[in-house]
């Protein structure tokens, strides 16, 4: 297997690569925006316009915890944390029921999937970038700058090799 700057690198190219062969952004917009027509016509069944409903407010909770809260030490906290991994795996489990629930939302079940493994491999991918770097450097402290919605996965995935 290779390693180092080479294999971060191409791996970083397959997930660019991934994500442009199937217009990633594109149809993650497309497929939020075909809910919202759904949404606003009436044509969600129940049970998916209560799950975005519970998502909204979800989202919406998210939000203005982060406004009370602006700062950089409350963002970085287990609390924050937990907020955030909240928000994050509900968007994954109410987007995939609703698509499962809803017939005209059917062309969008293996993009679905196939959002969740890229926020899997990506993580995947940073937290092998910096074990590799810690291993490198063992006695020093390394500085890891992401979005906040990165930070609770990868406290996981390195605490599954024994690195936070």
């Not at 079940?109 to 063992?138: C, G, H």
């Not at 020093?140 to 406290?155: D, P, Q």
């Amino acid at each position: 297997m290779t390693t180092g700057p080479t294999a971060t690198a191409i791996r970083v190219r397959e997930i660019i690569t991934s994500m442009r062969e199937n217009r990633y952004f594109e149809t993650l917009s497309e497929m939020v925006n075909d809910v919202k027509i759904l949404r606003s016509n009436g044509k969600l069944v129940d049970e998916a316009s209560f799950e975005l409903d519970l998502f909204d407010k979800v989202s919406m909770a998210k939000g203005f915890w982060l406004q009370d809260r602006p700062d950089a030490k409350t963002l970085n906290s287990k609390l924050g944390d937990q907020i955030v991994k909240t928000e994050h795996e509900l968007r994954y489990a109410i987007f995939r029921r609703i698509i499962e629930i809803t017939p005209e939302l059917h062309k969008y079940r293996q993009f679905i999937t196939l959002v969740i493994d890229e926020w899997y491999r990506r993580n995947k991918s940073m937290a092998d970038n910096i074990a590799k770097w810690t291993e490198k450097f063992p006695k020093s402290k390394i500085t890891v700058l992401v979005g906040a919605e990165h930070r609770y996965i990868l406290h996981k995935l390195l605490a599954e090799r024994n690195l936070s």
